[in-house]
């Protein structure tokens, strides 16, 4: 079975600064695609980023990136730069056929 | 990006009573549709799987008589709470996919159930 595993139930941030969340995964598959998914108080669910995992490259998007470690089955995000907008729930997840999340970690900004 | 809507938002019931939420893709064809159920402070939980045209897969300890899924179309789901209690009160989430393995799914914007 697949797990996700998120072992930040917390994080915060001074603003302008930079985060890293943690995440690992557990599966025997050798193709499927990471995610990292932020979910602010509206709850509606906004992707912030995603892996292939045939791809070396980490990928990246403005101020977020990822460290994918395919071995170690690691998929940290990195947030530089600390917006205030930037607090909410993380969630990291797995798909093949669906999706499944980590627990996720609440992120907080203080000014 | 591709837009999934939910309705309702939000709707109170009394016990014993079904309530029907829909999901709806508006700007693509979703093949597969999946319904989550998150509980507050919580992660999401995957409940079901649907195809358009088949009967949804259940993922284990969701019973399926009490959470009917239909998946009539290719841009409508639909999750009928049937015979709700107050336990049932949860944020229910639909998620939509155009393909099959791999592709990005869509997330609704949810609907907040209650039971009283």
């Known amino acids: 079975a697949q797990t996700v595993t998120q072992s930040q139930p917390e994080m915060s941030v001074q603003e302008a600064e930079t985060v890293t969340l943690s995440c690992t995964y557990d599966?025997?598959?050798?193709?499927?695609?990471l995610f990292w998914y932020k979910q602010p108080p509206s709850r509606q669910m906004i992707l912030v980023i995603r892996?292939?995992?045939?791809?070396?490259q980490n990928a990246t998007e403005n101020r977020f990136s990822v460290n994918f470690q395919k071995a170690a089955k690691s998929f940290s995000l990195k947030i530089s730069d600390s917006q205030l907008g930037d607090a909410a729930m993380y969630f990291c997840a797995y798909r093949i056929n669906d999706m499944r999340f980590g627990a996720g970690t609440r992120l907080t900004v203080k000014p | 990006g591709a837009v999934v809507s939910q309705h309702p938002s939000r709707v109170i019931c009394k016990s014993g009573t079904s309530v029907k939420i829909e999901c709806r893709s508006l700007?693509?064809?979703?093949?597969?549709m999946f319904w989550y159920r998150q509980f507050p402070k919580q992660s999401l939980m995957l409940m079901a799987t649907s195809n358009e045209g088949s009967k949804a897969t259940y993922e284990q300890g969701v019973e399926k008589d009490k959470f009917l899924i239909n998946h009539a179309s290719l841009t409508l789901s639909t999750l009928t709470v049937t015979s709700a209690h107050p336990e049932d009160s949860s944020f229910y989430i639909c998620?939509?996919?155009?393909?099959?393995?791999?592709?990005?799914?869509?997330f609704g914007p949810g609907t907040r159930l209650t039971v009283l």
């Open positions: 892996q292939e995992a045939y791809k070396q």
């Open positions: 700007d693509f064809q979703a093949t597969t």
């Open positions: 599966t025997s598959e050798s193709d499927y695609y």
């Open positions: 998620s939509a996919s155009a393909g099959t393995r791999y592709n990005e799914q869509f």
